[in-house]
């Protein structure tokens, strides 16, 4: 469970405070999200709120000349979107959960504006080092995400084979 979930619902003073942590310690920030094509090692220390300061202590430790942070700001669009996509799943499957996701996706409109994710990283031999932290909503957003995405695999996928002689 992410140390912030339980207590905070908008991390931009956290993204403040990183922003002057890591000035402080003299490392540069770069813009920039940690993609998936690199060997990645997540930070894992979920009990500790502040752990995100010893990562950059150990980024700075280990030489880094840089940290990459980026950050997830709910936007308008994207909960229109997610509620558009869950009510025509809603409207494809008839099913009976789709409510409750519509509900969930509708309430999401109280974070529009909101940051929900932070990551810092920064690499070190091959490796790209990883904190993240995210929000309660910022993860139920991506697990509605993930389910109307999956549906959607499901939708294509069977017309696919239907199509088939």
Same mark, same amino acid.
């Given at each position: 469970?992410?140390? $912030? ?10 993204? =403040?405070?990183?922003? *002057? $942590?890591? *000035? &402080? ?8 999200? *940690? &993609? =998936? =094509?690199?060997?990645?090692?997540? !930070?894992? #220390? %979920?009990?500790? /709120? #502040?752990? !995100?300061?010893?990562?950059?202590? +150990? ?8 940290i990459t942070m980026s950050d997830m700001v709910l936007e308008k669009e994207d909960v229109e979107l997610l509620i558009e996509e869950v009510q025509e799943e809603d409207y494809e499957i008839q099913a009976t959960t789709g409510a409750s996701e519509?509900? %969930? ?10 940051? &929900? ?8 031999? &091959? $490796?790209? @080092?990883? @904190?993240?932290?995210? +929000?309660?909503?910022? %993860? ?5 995400? %993930? ?8 939708? @294509?996928? #069977? ?5 088939? /002689?």
């Amino acid at each position: 469970m992410n140390p $912030f979930s339980m207590h905070v619902d908008n991390l931009a003073s956290v993204k =403040d405070d990183m922003v *002057a $942590f890591i *000035a &402080g310690h003299g490392i540069r920030r770069v813009p920039a999200h *940690a &993609g =998936d =094509d690199l060997p990645v090692i997540y !930070w894992e #220390d %979920e009990n500790n /709120p #502040d752990s !995100w300061k010893d990562f950059v202590e +150990t980024a700075k430790a280990a030489g880094a000349a840089f940290i990459t942070m980026s950050d997830m700001v709910l936007e308008k669009e994207d909960v229109e979107l997610l509620i558009e996509e869950v009510q025509e799943e809603d409207y494809e499957i008839q099913a009976t959960t789709g409510a409750s996701e519509l509900d %969930e996706a509708q309430s999401l409109v109280t974070h529009i504006g909101k940051v &929900g994710h932070l990551q810092l990283g920064f690499p070190h031999q &091959g $490796f790209m @080092f990883v @904190f993240e932290t995210s +929000t309660e909503w910022y %993860e139920r957003y991506q697990q509605l995400l %993930e389910s109307v995405g999956d549906l959607s695999n499901i939708v @294509f996928e #069977d017309e696919d084979e239907d199509d088939q /002689p």
